[in-house]
């Protein structure tokens, strides 16, 4: 068995996505060693867009991360020809929910990555971990080895450390019953974050900056869902999606037919579309070297707080690392950002269930009775 890194002191991360590379850079600041191990040989393809809460934004701000995306201070939301507009809540001062590309997040994590010389080490497939007395072990499936005192399981909804951890739960990913779309598309036209509910499924549709750092031109992020079969979902092409996107954006309003209209006729605006999966939150979060976060974690579907989540999570297990770990501050750990998670994600998953979508004129006048009779309660203001 061929071993690459041994350090009494190191904590291994397991995943260099968004919660892995987080906790990495919260640790290197705190003097903490670390290193991460990621199954892929490398990062790309396709980007989307996602909503970063403004505690979010506040923690890559802390982090040295700061100017991507576009600030959303307000939510509107559309029920036909009625409008509602929320006052989005900031914290700390400016600190504001924004709309980003998930590439531009990562960008910048590797960048700060790199700055403070973290390691990450490519094409480690985990295939066991090894608890000892004092250490622990992650063996690749080809024989590598990967020795610490900790490990952090940051490795998304599948988590192969969640299954380590809780061999006898439910760690499997679930298809969640539709497609996740996105398109990206040139536009200097400023939006506020916008959720137009319409009787055949709902449409998001905010500003989101550059793509990345290089980019001359802003884009704006058109999000929605089409309910399919898995099978389908995994087999759609380009082509298809516009096709029954296009279909679905007859009965939208002019405004919204305008903007699909530019999304098709534009060269540069990019497509994505994936199968969207869930999961279950696993009974057991850590163990007496084990952690996890993350998606590995709280394995729901976007609704808006999975990258705020996983940064939230982040910055409590590094916290918890620099104020000494007792069992009964990993008790509280797990306890604390369960709870959040739970909340927000039990919330996304009960809304874009096929049969919650709205179907009727009847429906969609007793939804925007209910978020006018929300607005007053809270004087006009959300938190995101």
């Known amino acids: 068995m061929k071993q690459i890194t041994k350090s009494k002191d190191l904590v291994i991360i397991v995943g260099a996505g968004i919660a892995g590379l987080s906790l990495a850079i919260q640790l290197t600041e705190k003097n903490i060693p670390c290193t991460i191990i990621e199954a892929r040989e490398s990062f790309g393809g396709a980007t989307t867009g996602v909503r970063i809460s403004a505690k979010g934004v506040r923690i890559l701000e802390n982090m040295g991360i700061s100017h991507i995306g576009e600030k959303t201070e307000k939510l509107v939301m559309y029920f036909g020809e009625n409008k509602i507009t929320f006052d989005v809540e900031k914290i700390q001062g400016d600190s504001a929910a924004i709309i980003v590309t998930r590439l531009a997040v990562f960008e910048k994590l590797r960048e700060r990555i790199k700055e403070l010389g973290i390691e990450i080490i490519y094409n480690f497939k985990v295939g066991n971990v090894i608890e000892n007395t004092e250490t622990i072990e992650a063996i690749s499936k080809d024989g590598k080895s990967v020795k610490g005192t900790y490990l952090v399981g940051a490795d998304g909804v599948g988590s192969i450390v969640r299954r380590l951890l809780n061999p ?18 040139p536009s200097d036209e400023k939006v506020e974050m916008s959720l137009f509910n319409n009787t ?28 399919m079969t898995e099978v389908q979902a995994e087999a759609i092409t380009d082509e298809e999606v516009y096709s029954q996107v296009s279909d679905k ?3 939208w309003s002019p405004y919204l037919q305008d903007v699909f209209q530019e999304i098709k006729k534009n060269p540069k605006t990019v497509i ?13 979060w850590y163990s007496e070297r084990l952690f996890l976060i993350g998606d590995a974690a709280h394995p729901y579907g976007p609704g808006g707080q999975g990258i705020s989540m996983a940064l939230m999570d982040a910055e409590a297990l590094c916290d918890l690392f620099v104020s000494g770990i007792t069992e009964e501050r990993k008790a509280k750990f797990q306890t604390t950002n369960c709870a959040f998670a739970k909340e927000k994600g039990e919330s996304s998953e009960e809304r874009n269930r096929p049969e919650n979508q709205i179907t009727s004129e009847e429906e969609l006048l007793t939804k925007y009775q209910f978020m006018k009779d929300f607005h007053q309660s809270t004087g006009g203001k959300m938190e995101l």
Request: charged share 20%; proline share 3%.
């Open 168 to 185: 006898n739960g439910d760690s499997e990913k679930r298809y969640s019953g539709y497609l996740g779309i996105g398109f990206i598309y």
């Open 272 to 284: 994505y579309h994936l199968p969207v999966y869930n999961g279950n939150v696993p009974e057991k």
């Open 249 to 251: 954006a007859k009965n």
């Open 200 to 227: 055949n499924g709902n449409i998001g549709l905010g500003s989101i900056g550059k793509i990345k750092s290089v980019d001359s031109f802003k884009n704006n992020f058109m999000w929605l869902h089409l309910h």
